[in-house]
């Protein structure tokens, strides 16, 4: 019953992300294009009104943070999921399929940034990156706690939420930028799991 719960959940997550990215490959036509406007200028007003000076370049390093972390750890001896060459694929593949969409989006969809410096907005490639590196930290990690998800997806939310407060990144950007870096490491996970089967993992008992 769990499992059919979380198909159908992974499913709808899946439609939902469509959805949004086919409302603005229509340009601003139809009636949810005009709610996902409308929420994203009520979110950037609340930043003019309440941080209009924010501005802070954090973001751009907290984005690598999970995976520099990984990298870390691996490399200090600490014991993950998979072996170097199976983890080092799975990272390639990862970067690859998110830089490949992201950027074909970005180039497809031309939407204007809140601060009117280019069309490139969306999807946030920074929050694509945080969400791709948490969800790499926690495929070789996450058997080791409720913690690993904890500090890996808390850097990728801030790294999100600064785009927003740096008004770089409308709502929407965001949003999605965070759903495609874990949808396309899910796909980076299963292509790997194809193309190793059992060998590179590590098991723990």
């Known amino acids: 019953m769990i499992r059919k719960i979380k198909t159908v959940a ?10 949004v990215i086919a409302v603005y490959l229509q340009n601003g036509n139809g009636a949810f294009s005009h709610f996902f406007e409308n929420a994203n200028l009520y979110i950037r007003n609340l930043r003019n009104v309440h941080t209009p ?6 973001d751009n390093y907290l984005q690598l943070f999970p995976l520099i972390l990984l990298l870390g750890l691996k490399l200090g001896g600490i014991r993950g999921s ?14 690859i399929l998110t830089q490949l969409v992201v950027n074909g989006l970005k180039l497809t969809t031309g939407v204007l940034r809140p601060d009117a410096t280019n069309y490139f907005s969306f ?5 694509a990156a ?12 996450g058997f080791k706690g409720y913690w690993v998800g904890l500090v890996a997806y808390a850097a990728a ?5 600064t785009r927003i407060l740096n008004n ?33 993992l590590i098991l723990h008992k």
């Open 10 to 19: 992974i499913i709808t997550f899946y439609i939902a992300v469509l959805l």
């Open 53 to 58: 000076a924010f501005h802070q370049t954090y």
């Open 82 to 95: 998979f072996g170097w060459k199976r983890l080092l694929t799975f990272i390639v593949l990862a970067i």
């Open 123 to 127: 999807p946030s490639g920074h929050t």
């Open 130 to 141: 945080a969400f791709m590196a948490a969800t790499l930290f926690y495929k070789e990690y």
């Open 157 to 161: 939310i801030v790294t999100g939420f």
């Open 168 to 200: 770089r990144h409308w709502l929407f950007d965001v949003i999605i930028g965070a759903a495609l870096g874990i949808l396309l490491t899910n796909l980076a996970f299963r292509l790997v799991q194809l193309i190793f089967k059992d060998r590179g």
